[in-house]
């Protein structure tokens, strides 16, 4: 095992992208399909487009245990941030944005 060093990012977003709407006798929401992994790769490529993939990692994930049938959810750190009811890529776009005005990054 070892340390992968000088990884230092600023803010670090994890956005749901699970869906239960295939499997037989679900009755869980779940943040798919209203957020999809092609709405985290736009996300990723925005970031991309400002330089801010050293500073701002955006990882897709699958349930961060607060499903519910208003949207998506998402958290961020280090801030320990968790947001329900993401509807669109404008909408996890706006959370980043305000943690990013929080720590100082345009
Ligand atoms: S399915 Fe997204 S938080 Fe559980």
Redesign the pocket.
């Known amino acids: 095992m070892e340390d992968i060093v000088n990884v230092r990012p600023r803010i670090h977003v994890f956005v749901?992208v699970?869906n239960?709407c295939g499997i037989a006798g679900n009755i869980k929401p779940?943040?798919g399909p209203t957020i999809t992994p092609e709405m985290v790769k736009e996300v990723k490529l925005w970031l991309r487009m400002r330089g801010l993939t050293s500073v701002v990692y955006c990882t897709l994930v699958k349930?961060?245990?607060?499903?519910s049938t208003d949207g998506?959810?998402m958290c961020v750190y280090p801030q320990g941030r968790f947001v329900k009811g993401l509807l669109t890529v404008e909408d996890i776009k706006k959370v980043i944005g305000e943690e990013m005005s929080r720590v100082g990054i345009d």
Request: with cysteine; proline share 0%.
């Open positions: 749901c699970n239960r779940s943040c349930c961060l245990g607060f499903c998506g959810v």
